[in-house]
Nanobody, 115 residues
Framework: QLQLVESGGGLVQAGGSLRLSCAAS????????MGWYRQAPGKQRELVAR???????VSADSVKGRFAISRDNAKNTVYLQMNSLKPEDTAVYYC?????????WGKGTLVTVSS
């Protein structure tokens, strides 16, 4: 069983920065992909960025150049550094982790960007 604990959300003004963290704990063999998704009110959940164990990343066009995903394999933790935040980045951000054949989700952390 794997548990995810997210932290770092909050209220920030447009142009500001936040750093999200997601730590995985429990009994598992090895984490392959770690990522962040977000869901704004009235919209579908969408991929923000994901990173595989070797370090390759994929990110949404809307966040390229502003957000950076990274991971610490020793700590089973994934980070999302969010810079130049915009009001349209307001959403609940969910951590996602893929272990062989299984996908796990965090409970989500709210990011609110005021104009």
């Amino acid at each position: 069983q794997l548990q995810l604990v997210e932290s770092g959300g909050g209220l920030v003004q447009a142009g500001g920065s936040l750093r999200l963290s997601c730590a995985a704990s429990g009994s598992f063999f090895s984490i392959n992909t770690m990522g962040w998704y977000r869901q704004a009110p009235g919209k579908q959940r969408e991929l923000v960025a994901r990173i595989i164990r070797g370090g390759s990343t994929v990110s949404a066009d809307s966040v390229k150049g502003r957000f950076a995903i990274s991971r610490d394999n020793a700590k089973n933790t994934v980070y999302l550094q969010m810079n130049s935040l915009k009001p349209e980045d307001t959403a609940v951000y969910y951590c996602n982790v893929e272990v062989i054949g299984m996908s796990y989700w965090g409970k989500g952390t709210l990011v609110t960007v005021s104009s």
